[in-house]
């Protein structure tokens, strides 16, 4: 009996180390699959004119002269997925590599079953057709990017270097390297060449960005102080909307396109710096205003702490009503002394003060402090240490040290797993340098 064979079973397999590409044959022959080994690019590419074999696995150094014109030719005449391996490898290089044809992409050192693996998923996608182009939602935290976050992803994807994406976009290269790190965190990137293979591989690009995370709930909105004649009526005037926790709103520099109320939870409003420092100037809770801005553009960034559910009002309809603008700074009037206060705060208070009054600010906000009369409390702390030192102007450690020092005073008490604090206001309130 003939044994029949396969072409998709068969792999090639181009790199100039022996005993890597020998390991990588014996783990894809151990799995069925018929292996022939080359060590130099124009042995592989003078077979390919007579037999397309499943898959291709080729070194990005297989040879100096003709890496990258063997590659865009291999791209030009086979169908087999081609999957590119790299010792030393950058953005620049993956993102090559997809342009000319490669399939995936890998940066070494590798291990064989790893490799393997790689083979298998390529060979798969290939039978599945592999012709429909996935939505944004189906890359792993692709919807919860940011529009900054997607100006970035496309620079770096197209090959810029940090210095080079920052020149483009108007920020420092330290500040591109703190979304990419987001990104990467997000779309879950072990590394930026891995960030590449999965936006080619996805297509993700192509998406255009739509919308981040809010759910529409229901159309004319909750008026919780407004009625819905005071903006205008109907779904393009209002609406509610809902953010789970640590997702960005708004994003400084997108089009301000709505003007948000907060109808619950709790919203943080920052500041990104040019070299990836960030202040934190605001902290709302329901009833807050912020979208405001003089111009067509937000000037700072709003992200959910909790689940939010907000009130949109659209930007052109909300500033050409005059009931609106009345409302609206009524509430700014609060949000302004609240900004007063804060600046006080960062300027003239010790690192104890500040955190003094952070705790307090939890506790005593201008519609519950007239109803604190117990001299202990429970509160829950919603911001993260790093947080809660880009908001005092403090570092990290200091804030820690000054929580320490609360806690070993008596003045506060808390487990740190599940965020309750026991608070003795009447000891905690000398403490804020403001009574």
Not at 7 to 35: C, K, M, N, W
Not at 66 to 86: K, Q, S, W, Y
Not at 254 to 265: D, K, L, M, N, T
Not at 302 to 324: H, I, M, Q
């Amino acid at each position: 009996m003939v044994e029949t064979r396969l072409p998709e079973r068969d792999v090639y397999i181009a790199d100039a180390d022996l005993a890597f590409r020998s390991a990588v044959a014996s783990s894809l022959e151990t799995q069925g699959y018929h292996v022939t080994l080359f060590s130099d690019g124009p042995s592989l590419l003078a077979v390919t004119r007579h037999h397309v074999p499943g898959c291709i696995l080729l070194d990005a150094d297989v040879s100096s002269s003709t890496g990258n014109d063997l590659l865009h030719e291999l791209g030009h005449r086979v169908t087999a997925p081609i999957v590119i391996m790299a010792d030393d490898a950058n953005v620049e290089m993956a993102v090559s590599a997809m342009k000319k044809g490669a399939k995936d992409f890998m940066a070494k050192p590798l291990i064989a079953d790893a490799v393997a693996g790689r083979v298998r998923e390529a060979l798969a996608e290939k039978r599945a057709g592999n012709g429909t182009v996935p939505n944004v939602v189906s890359v792993p935290g692709g919807d919860r990017l940011t529009p900054r976050e997607r100006e970035v992803l496309q620079k770096i994807s197209a090959g810029a270097s940090n210095k080079e994406a920052g020149r483009q976009l108007g920020i420092s290269p330290r500040t591109v390297e703190v979304h990419r790190a987001r990104i990467m965190e997000k779309i879950g990137a072990r590394n930026t060449a891995d960030l590449v293979r999965i936006v080619y591989s996805a297509s993700f690009l192509l998406i255009p960005f739509s919308r981040r995370v809010p759910i529409l709930i229901s159309a004319g909105g909750i008026m919780s102080y407004v009625n819905e004649s005071a903006v205008g009526s109907g779904p393009s005037s209002t609406r509610s909307v809902d953010f789970p926790p640590r997702v960005t709103i708004i994003d400084e520099g997108e089009p301000a396109r709505a003007i948000y109320q907060i109808v619950s939870g709790n919203v943080m409003i920052s500041k990104l710096l040019p070299d990836g420092r960030r202040q934190i100037f605001e902290l709302l809770g329901p009833g807050g205003i912020f979208g405001v801005t003089p111009n067509g553009h937000h000037d700072s960034v709003a992200e959910s702490l909790t689940d939010v559910r907000l009130t949109a009002f659209d930007k052109g309809p909300a500033e050409n009503s005059s009931s609106f603008n009345s409302f609206m700074a009524e509430l700014l009037k609060i949000q302004i002394c609240a900004l007063h206060e804060h600046a006080v705060l960062l300027g003239r208070k010790s690192a104890v003060e500040r955190v003094a009054s952070y705790i307090l600010e939890l506790i005593e906000t201008p519609s519950k402090q007239a109803k604190i009369n117990t001299e202990t409390v429970t509160v829950r702390v919603i911001m993260t240490r790093s947080e809660i030192a880009d908001y005092l102007g403090l570092t990290l450690e200091t804030v820690s040290r000054a929580f320490s020092h609360l806690k070993r005073s008596g003045i506060i008490a808390y487990a740190r797993h599940d965020g309750l604090m026991q608070v003795n206001i009447k000891r905690l309130r000398p403490l804020t340098g403001t009574y």
